[in-house]
């Protein structure tokens, strides 16, 4: 089963940088497409990257996207952390057979 | 402005039947792929079906196949999931989203309900 792995929790300070990975246990990152979606506590989730790297109107240039062949995988990049950016998030690719797969859910934490 | 109204969960016994709604308002309805994303509290999103801007296309996650019915109605602009023989583990608040595409191929999550909470229990 096409399974995408990313990790438990993140956490940095204030305007520092940090990163989710998103790993894909099958197919090639590059053959596809990942996006990202952040959910705040208690809201509906958010779309915040989509097409591996393309942000929706509305969303600070502080997220960015990219994928990695070497690891194949994709990553979400935040920078310049806020408070407000701590939320709960998630990957989301495809293949073959399925045509939504999540990933498990990072949680993000602001210290 | 996009909006995405759900409506229709509530409290269901096991082996019952829900019909949610969802009313879409903001955007050319008929030229996008919907979707319905389930949650249960405190655990990660599942997707749970797909149906592209015709209805020539609809797919189903594994877990409600043969249980669910998703469908459209492009003049009211309005997507629909027909839950039956409602098992516990379908507890969840379900998202309505809408698709960046019109088909449900390779799908991307453009924009989400507030969602609506079913709770199947006897």
């Known amino acids: 089963n096409f399974m995408l792995t990313q990790p438990h929790s993140v956490s940095g300070s204030p305007e520092e940088t940090v990163t989710i990975s998103c790993t894909l246990s099958?197919?090639?990152?590059?053959?596809?497409?990942v996006h990202w979606y952040q959910q705040r506590p208690g809201r509906a989730p958010t779309t915040v990257i989509f097409?591996?790297?393309?942000?929706p109107s509305g969303v600070p240039d502080r997220f960015s996207g990219s994928i990695d062949r070497s690891s194949n995988s994709a990553s979400l990049t935040i920078s310049g952390l806020k408070t407000e950016d701590e939320a709960d998030y998630y990957c989301?690719?495809?293949?073959?057979?399925?045509?939504?797969?999540f990933g498990g859910g990072t949680k993000l934490t602001v210290l | 402005e996009v909006q995405l109204v759900e409506s229709g969960g509530h409290l269901a016994q096991p082996g019952g039947s829900l019909r949610l709604s969802c009313a879409a308002s903001g955007f050319g309805f008929d030229d996008y792929a919907m979707h319905w994303v389930r949650q249960v509290p405190g655990k990660g999103l599942e997707w749970v079906s797909g149906?592209?801007?015709?209805?020539?296309?609809?797919k189903y996650a594994d877990s409600v196949k043969g249980r669910f019915t998703i469908s459209r109605d492009n003049g009211n602009s309005s997507v629909h999931l027909h839950m039956s023989s409602l098992r516990t583990d379908d507890t969840a608040m379900y998202y309505c989203?809408?698709?960046?595409?019109?088909?449900?191929?390779?799908?991307?999550?453009?924009?989400w309900g507030h969602g609506t909470m079913v709770t199947v229990s006897s």
């Open positions: 097409r591996d790297d393309q942000r």
């Open positions: 149906i592209s801007w015709n209805s020539n296309i609809v």
């Open positions: 099958s197919g090639r990152v590059a053959s596809t497409y």
């Open positions: 989301q690719s495809f293949d073959s057979f399925n045509p939504v797969v």
């Open positions: 989203v809408k698709d960046y595409s019109d088909t449900v191929i390779h799908c991307s999550m453009d924009v």
